[in-house]
């Protein structure tokens, strides 16, 4: 599944980015798609899951690998510079927050290509 994002391209490294995440820590589609800049501890590896969009309402601490690390600074990296902290780091093209809804189409697209259903409940299987 990680091999099939074209990460030449923001929505591949986007796509990777959550993939890599949604892989590493269990981390919810909603609530990793509001992640902002300043919601990622690079010294610490850890995202903070702020109680306004957190499922729960509590706000809590994730940690993430250092590749998971990585994978957040190259997706910063590819962000259009003229989006500002504020906008997520993963969100759509044009800069807004993608819906979980996009965020499912993209992976049954993945899933297509693989020849495997693959939804956000069954993928961590």
Same mark, same amino acid.
């Given at each position: 599944?990680?091999?099939?994002? #074209?990460?030449?391209? +923001?929505?591949? /490294?986007? #796509?990777? /980015?959550?993939?890599?995440?949604?892989? #590493?820590?269990?981390?919810?589609?909603?609530?990793?798609?509001?992640?902002?800049?300043? $919601? *990622? $501890?690079?010294?610490?590896?850890? *995202?903070? /899951?702020?109680?306004?969009?957190?499922?729960?309402? !509590?706000? %809590?601490?994730?940690? *993430?690998? %250092?590749?998971?690390? &990585?994978? +957040?600074?190259?997706?910063? !990296?590819? %962000? !259009?510079?003229?989006?500002?902290?504020?906008?997520?780091?993963?969100?759509?093209? &044009?800069?807004?927050?993608? &819906?979980?809804?996009?965020?499912?189409?993209?992976?049954?697209?993945?899933? #297509?290509?693989?020849?495997?259903?693959?939804?956000?409940?069954?993928?961590?299987?």
């Amino acid at each position: 599944m990680l091999g099939i994002p #074209d990460t030449s391209t +923001f929505a591949g /490294v986007r #796509d990777y /980015v959550i993939i890599l995440t949604m892989l #590493d820590n269990g981390i919810r589609p909603n609530e990793l798609l509001q992640i902002r800049i300043q $919601d *990622i $501890d690079f010294i610490n590896n850890q *995202i903070y /899951v702020r109680e306004e969009y957190s499922k729960t309402r !509590h706000p %809590r601490a994730l940690p *993430i690998s %250092r590749r998971v690390v &990585s994978a +957040f600074k190259k997706g910063i !990296h590819a %962000r !259009h510079e003229a989006w500002d902290d504020d906008a997520p780091i993963l969100c759509s093209f &044009s800069g807004y927050r993608l &819906s979980s809804h996009n965020l499912q189409e993209r992976f049954r697209e993945y899933s #297509d290509k693989l020849g495997v259903s693959i939804t956000f409940g069954t993928y961590l299987l």
